[in-house]
DNA sequence: GCGGACTGCTTACCT
DNA sequence: ACAGGTAAGCAGTCCGCG
């Protein structure tokens, strides 16, 4: 077999001799060492963090034309501190505290107490160093602290880093400039149209949220700039070919590692193995493939590019590529840690001269997965991802240590091309993303593609409590006075009541028109002042401003913090980005920019009302959680109470929308001035169907629009499990319902649907489908020793496999089929068609048909009565490819009939 | 001992 | 580790049934 042009290239470069410098000057060179900035006139911040060295807050940050990372240590003396309720001379009596070697002073300050909505006293107390105040096992300045009712500590759990930006009211993502020594933003001006639009969209509100938006302009706008980045990969050498190698021992070799730079830069260093054979697997043009026979030389390879790209994204990195190397460097290949350029946390690893970014933890983020992506990727592997967003995927291997070194090297090039392409695709929309949310969170980009959405919507409001001047609360305290719920969940175990589904009335109606409150949740936390200083607030006179259906009030002196935050953000993504980034006629880069900061809203938003009712949120108040969806329960039956008065027939309804039969556009408009005057709340058309059906399931409908194109909502045919023969069979049934104009033509398309069950029923009994066709895919959700209390079918599949030498962990899917015997279950692996309980498909044949066929008022059971009658009769129906059968297990199916 | 009525568990979905 | 509400299938339990 002939070699192709880079093959030639890549074996070429082998007989280039290598100018080597001795090993142990190559190590020396890697330690890493900074001066601070001097002088630049645009960086972009994207890191900031606690220098143990020079005892410093380091900020880290951009520089777009040299593609260079430029620190800059703190120099105004700022230090780590936390607070007190007990005056100076309380804690100088503590001794414990005074000998503590780590404080360094008391300050007397004054702070602004929400909660009780008054000024307060406290003491600041002030440390030497961060791990002083927390974040050591014992010995802490917070744990020496007595709490008792007076004598408590606050803002001691805040990561310095943190503490450092919010005090400096620094915005990461953001471009600064440094000259003679002062760091200051880059001043953002609108354009004069864009001014005038938007302060349109703010007159009527108050000065306070007017204030807020024009924050959050510069935020918003600022342009961003192009990463350098580098993707990384690595292939490590395993004992058991089946299971991840232990990234905390690194035993074996690093055999191969790819580095793909957004430079175009493709590099895959291979580690040299006795009787390893070239082989020829073909690798795209201008990859360069280079040997080392020393697997130290290679790692030196790795640490220059991790000093030398101030980004690098792996897929995992944390958790397996970084920590490997980092483990294999130290234990096995003599590095010192001075020599290496990473560093390890509990949960992450972080680079010393550039910014790592972990990309599983970025998709993993469900607000990310949901809200920004679709739901268009449903597992988290790179290889599901990558197929999903840029229809790449990986490459197939069966065992490393047997694969050729251009296998080797292409299945591991592969996946540091998705890794990199996942960051490049839509405009670098991920990396844009990342960039907006940490401006938004203000928080190091480091943490944004980490942490979730409660963090960074904590992290918001921590930030602007500082802007403020106030002290932020202690979750305990929030608690303590407002942790009671008045409402009964609807769902046992819940909190608390949440949102209405209105019982749809079944049947199939034309022209439907339906309308939604945009944004509900913020919509009402903006409008009603919802925070958690302001619900249940400490004032007499606020007591009468009650929110319906619950006993709780809501202040009416004072704007609440997430009022303003939110209602600001709100107006911003509803009145000016959501249509900004729908906006044909702007530029393609102007209209891309909008639609990343509109994606960037709509998740901070749709999150906005959650984490209230979160436990895991800093600022966890119930209360506020509660009144906003009674206030949403009030809104929706209020609007539908109106529309049946202006003889609108309301079919349907869902937490924030109604679905009205044929409304004049008269009534819409009446209905929609109703709601903007009574509720303050704007109610939009959203969609406009030709017809809908609905059944008397909630949460279950299909809609078809004007152009044919079909709205599946909750029906099994398009749910993940559902085996993909009735799939298919589905999607057949929803294109014949897409060409039903009228009414007549149900008659039609009853005769068609009646067709594709009886060709699924036939080839079902001839076992005309393989068993990919018919398995269900179910997600293991949590570890199998885990499952306690039931054992579900598919955890039965799971211990097949496990009891095959397959290992199965939380998160996989698991293919199974139903068959005959017991336990009923056979995972796909392991199944053969012959087994299969037909019976148990048709059913479950016939409840997913029956959802759309009841909603249609076709009798499904008929239709299904025939079919099954045609067989007990031994009629036998022709279908493309008859298949011979065994006459006991025709017998078998009609036992049931 | 068996099956129907019931509850609870689990997953996947909707807003 | 943002929330609650709904559908569906199955596992497990209880109880009646000569």
């Known amino acids: 077999m002939s070699l192709d042009a880079y093959l030639v290239e890549a074996r070429t470069q082998e007989i280039v001799p290598r100018r080597e410098r001795p090993i142990e000057q190559e190590k020396l060179s890697l330690q890493f060492k900074t001066e601070d900035a001097t002088e630049f006139s645009e960086a972009f911040l994207v890191s900031s963090s606690y220098d143990g060295e020079s005892k410093t807050a380091l900020l880290k940050f951009y520089e777009p034309v040299s593609h260079k990372v430029l620190s800059l240590h703190d120099r105004s003396g700022h230090q780590p501190y936390c607070f007190s309720d007990l005056s100076t001379e309380e804690l100088s009596g503590i001794g414990q505290l005074i000998s503590h070697p780590g404080l360094d002073r008391f300050e007397k300050i004054t702070k602004y107490d929400l909660l009780r909505d008054t000024p307060a006293q406290f003491t600041k107390i002030v440390a030497k160093d961060p791990l002083a ?19 408590k500590i606050w803002e001691a759990d805040i990561p310095y880093r943190d503490c450092y930006i919010y005090d400096e009211q620094l915005a990461l993502g953001m471009p600064y400039q440094l000259s003679d020594g002062k760091l200051s933003p880059k001043p953002y001006k609108l354009m004069q149209q864009e001014e005038e639009a938007i302060s349109k969209i703010f007159e009527n509100e108050s000065q306070e949220l007017k204030d807020h938006a024009d924050r959050w302009i510069p935020l918003l706008q600022s342009p961003t700039t192009e990463l350098r980045r580098v993707a990384l990969d690595i292939e490590v050498a395993t004992e058991i070919p089946t299971r991840l190698p232990d990234a905390n021992e690194a035993k074996q070799q690093v055999l191969c590692v790819s580095l793909l730079g957004s430079d175009g830069t493709r590099r895959v260093l291979l580690l040299e193995r006795p009787g390893v054979e070239f082989g020829d697997v073909r690798l795209p043009q201008g990859v360069s493939i280079e040997r080392y026979e020393d697997e130290v030389r290679l790692f030196i390879e790795i640490f220059k590019a991790l000093l030398d790209y101030p980004f690098v994204i792996t897929f995992n990195g944390d958790n397996f590529d970084l920590r490997y190397i980092f483990h294999r460097a130290e234990n096995y290949l003599g590095f010192s840690r001075a020599q290496i350029p990473i560093e390890l946390g509990k949960e992450s690893a972080t680079l010393k001269y550039g910014v790592h970014i972990d990309l599983y933890k970025f998709f993993f983020n469900r607000s990310i997965q949901i809200y920004a992506f679709g739901q268009r990727y449903k597992e988290n592997t790179l290889d599901s991802v990558g197929e999903a967003l840029i229809g790449v995927q990986k490459l197939k291997m069966d065992n490393l240590l047997k694969a050729s070194y251009s296998e080797l090297a292409a299945y591991c090039y592969r996946d540091a091309q998705i890794t990199l392409e996942l960051t490049r695709f839509d405009d670098s929309l991920v990396m844009r993303l990342i960039t907006i949310l940490s401006r938004i969170a203000r928080m190091p980009f480091e943490d944004t593609s980490r942490q979730g959405v409660s963090r960074w919507i904590r992290s918001l409001v921590y930030s602007e409590h500082r802007r403020i001047g106030a002290i932020i609360p202690r979750s305990e305290d929030i608690l303590a006075t407002k942790g009671v719920t008045a409402t009964e969940a609807i769902i046992k175990g819940k909190k608390y009541k949440g949102a209405i589904v209105v019982q749809p009335k079944p049947g199939v109606y034309f022209n439907v028109s339906v309308l939604d409150f945009a944004s509900l949740y913020p919509s009402i936390i903006k409008k009603h002042n919802l925070s958690y ?33 939110i209602g600001s953000l709100r107006d911003l993504r509803v009145k000016w980005y959501k249509s900004k980034a729908k906006d044909k006629t702007l530029l393609h880069v102007t209209r891309s920019w909008y639609n990343v900061v509109n994606q960037a809203l709509k998740v901070i938003l749709n999150a906005s009302y959650g984490v209230f009712g979160s436990e895991i949120f800093s600022l966890y108040c119930p209360p506020v959680a509660e009144a906003t969806t009674a206030i949403g329960r009030y809104a929706i039956t209020e609007t539908i109470k109106e529309a049946e008065r202006l003889g609108i027939e309301v079919v349907y309804g869902d937490t924030d929308s109604i679905f009205l039969r044929s409304p004049r556009p008269d009534q819409i408009e009446r209905l929609t001035e109703w709601t903007a005057k009574q509720l303050g709340m704007e109610l939009d058309v959203d969609k406009l169907y030709r017809y809908a059906a609905l059944s008397s399931r909630k949460k279950n409908y299909l809609g078809v629009f004007p152009d044919g194109s079909v709205d599946i909502k909750g029906l099994t045919g398009k749910k993940r499990n559902t085996p993909e023969f009735l799939k298919k069979a589905f999607e057949d049934m929803v294109k014949t319902l897409s060409g039903v104009q009228t009414e007549e033509d149900f008659g039609r398309a009853r005769q068609r649907i009646r067709e594709i069950v009886r060709t699924c029923y036939v080839k079902l009994k001839n076992k005309e489908y393989t068993l990919e066709d018919l398995a269900f895919n179910v997600m293991l959700g949590k570890s199998p020793d885990r499952y306690t209390k039931t054992t579900p079918q598919h955890l039965k599949a799971a211990t097949q496999l496990s009891s095959a030498g397959l290992e199965v962990v939380e998160g996989d899917l698991i293919s199974y089929v139903k068959v005959y015997g017991s336990p009923g279950v056979k995972p796909l692996q392991l199944a053969s068609i012959n087994e299969v309980d037909t019976d148990k498909y048709m059913d479950y044949v016939e409840s997913t048909f029956d959802q759309v066929l009841d909603a249609l008022g076709l009798e499904f059971n008929e239709i299904l009565g025939i079919v099954r009658l045609e067989s007990f009769f031994g009629i036998t129906v022709p279908t493309r490819k008859p298949v011979e059968r065994e006459f006991e297990e025709e017998e078998e199916v009609e036992e049931t009939g």
């Not at 009468?544 to 809501?554: A, E, K, M």
């Open 133 to 151: 105040i927390g974040g050591r096992p014992s010995g802490c300045i917070r744990d020496i602290i007595p709490q008792n009712s007076k004598g």
């Open 533 to 565: 200083e302001t619900i249940l607030c400490p004032h007499q006179e606020c007591r009468s401003n009650i929110v319906p259906d619950t006993p709780h009030w809501v202040c009416t002196k004072k704007r609440g913090l997430s009022s303003l935050i």
